[in-house]
């Protein structure tokens, strides 16, 4: 990330192979408890949307999150408590995506074009969402494994829409357009440029898409995919896109899980922010400027009080090291 | 934290109870395979310092990290790499501080002079540390259980010098110093006057100091221990209030473990940059804006994709409830 310090921390000793997490293999293919499996689908909220295989039983199913982080809840402007802080009610859309009707399904397991309708999915909803003029942001995001905060094993994924413009997007914009301002170009297309150049944290380059450990890589075996070419909105990607981009994941997470077992994982689609968001940057500055991208995060260890009290992650694998584990492995 | 957002979500039926996660039996007094246990002296590196008790032995030891996220080399300008990035080497100091003799001891089972004893030798390492030329930072922090990042079960702190000023330490200056230029006061003098005439967030208000659950609290039960006197930098800190501040520490975490069992926390000292650092704000500024104070950051839930994508954190537990529960905890 641009505007971070990470400390690139080499545990002595320890190769890719030792942070293995062993898959749970209790997992069977359907839970009658499971809420998210075949037969249970009256257990939650009504059906937003749906998408059916071939035989015309569901492959995909897209309903409302029965604890939402947000509610929707028309909009109301901030107000003052306290004299020092602003509350705003939690408006906002809060979508589960479940992505397969098989209860132990990882991403590698499903068929590629499983893979692509996924994403198909998330850019449908991305782009209906966005259309609600209460929101100034839609993030996509996928969390894998109790650790990495999944409360359901069901493979599944989240899209919140959010009244405000979170600050992490916001940070990212302010530095994406001022380094656009200041070279006239959008920093992941040099970085591409550049990386596949150099090669030592390049993991996978295609004429579509480049998977790459970052630089300044925060988790241990995070990877980025980026499109090649340009864009800033995700909701917008075309259909072929989405089937390199979609192609790139599922091996990315297979040559992960191949490295390091059944790793937990948050997965977040990087992109813009809505054109109804004031972010002080003109909507052309934020299509010159930011390139929607999936980020990877294996979470092999916890963040702690380091990280909490400066910002700055510890990460004992140097993304040099993680790139050519991940570069090595099948997939 | 202030030019922060938080997402507090009420998950409807649940009380804090039923977050209780049970303290582990299995840890007894002393385990002869703990590198921190009386005994094993000779496999940490050598003592940095040492606290004695009144029977010779010794009660807090400090010594430098055996795997320490930086490392005490000398300090070098930023380098850039790939005309995109900087990289500097990580010269740093990495030092823990072994709170007690004893293996399974939390704060609340040691005596309060003890507690009084590891605020000082935090200040004094801290005080020690800020002498280095090369040094813009010091953070003094403690993670307590394995879901919080601890690797050793033995109690521990660890102090960090930094090379730079840590980006989440200058955005809390940079806030500080905004607010007290246009209103003239400290953010958190200000506060505290606030939320003791208000009540509802006030978990405990003496004369020396007053323990919150935060507005906008990014963790469950989050709670932040503030000295009433107003000053920058903890090194600073002088014994009696040190003293009064143990005394709050020693009773929060005892109201913690009697709502929460024993739950996993990360305590950060939150203190100023050092006057070496060149944070664009005089050091007046500093001293009039910034006011330390410890965070006690449990961690019952899995930060996840939306916090890593958005920067907002859902909390479940309104802090006003968390207040509640532990203004009423036996301590």
Redesign the interface.
């Known amino acids: 990330m641009i505007?971070?310090?990470v400390?690139?921390?080499p545990?002595r000793g320890r190769r890719p192979s030792d942070y293995r997490i062993e898959p749970d293999a209790s997992l069977s293919k359907h839970d009658p408890n499971c809420p998210f499996c075949p037969g249970n689908e009256a257990t939650t909220p009504p059906e937003i949307d749906r998408v059916d295989g071939a035989a015309g039983d569901w492959v995909i199913r897209v309903v409302p999150n029965k604890?939402?982080?947000?509610n929707h809840e028309p909009r109301r402007e901030p107000q003052r408590?306290?004299?020092?802080?602003e509350r705003m009610n939690?408006t906002g859309a809060h979508e589960v995506v479940i992505e397969s009707p098989l209860h132990a399904a990882t991403l590698p397991d499903l068929p590629p074009e499983q893979v692509e309708t996924i994403l198909a999915t998330y850019a449908a909803r991305a782009r209906a969402l966005g259309q609600n003029p209460d929101y100034r942001?839609i993030?996509v995001?996928?969390?894998h494994g109790?650790?990495?905060?999944?409360s359901l094993a069901h493979p599944h994924s989240?899209i919140?829409g959010?009244p405000?413009v979170?600050?992490?997007?916001a940070?990212r914009t302010r530095t994406a357009t001022a380094y656009t301002e200041e070279t006239g170009r959008c920093?992941l297309c040099?970085?591409l440029e550049?990386?596949t150049r150099?090669g030592d944290r390049v993991i996978e380059a295609t004429d579509d898409y480049v998977v790459l450990a970052p630089?300044?890589s925060r988790f241990q075996f995070e990877t980025r995919i980026v499109p090649r070419t340009h864009h800033h909105d995700f909701a917008a990607s075309k259909a072929p896109q989405r089937r390199a981009i979609a192609r790139a994941l599922r091996r990315t997470v297979s040559r992960l899980a191949n490295v390091l077992g059944d790793p937990p994982y948050?997965?977040?689609?990087?992109t813009a922010p809505l054109p109804t968001a004031d972010t002080g940057h003109s909507p052309q500055a934020i299509a010159r400027s930011l390139h929607w991208h999936i980020?990877i995060?294996p979470?092999l260890?916890?963040?702690?009080?380091?990280e909490?009290?400066?910002?700055?992650h510890?990460n004992p694998t140097p993304p040099e090291e993680a790139a050519a584990a991940l570069r090595e492995a099948a997939c």
Do not use: C, M
């Open positions: 505007g971070h310090w400390a690139i921390s545990e604890f939402p982080a947000l408590v306290l004299g020092l802080f939690g942001h993030l995001f996928k969390n109790k650790a990495a905060g999944a989240q919140i959010t405000l979170p600050h992490e997007v940070r920093f040099e970085l550049r990386e150099h630089y300044a948050n997965l977040v689609v990087q980020d995060l979470r260890s916890q963040v702690a009080g380091f909490w009290g400066t910002g700055i510890i």
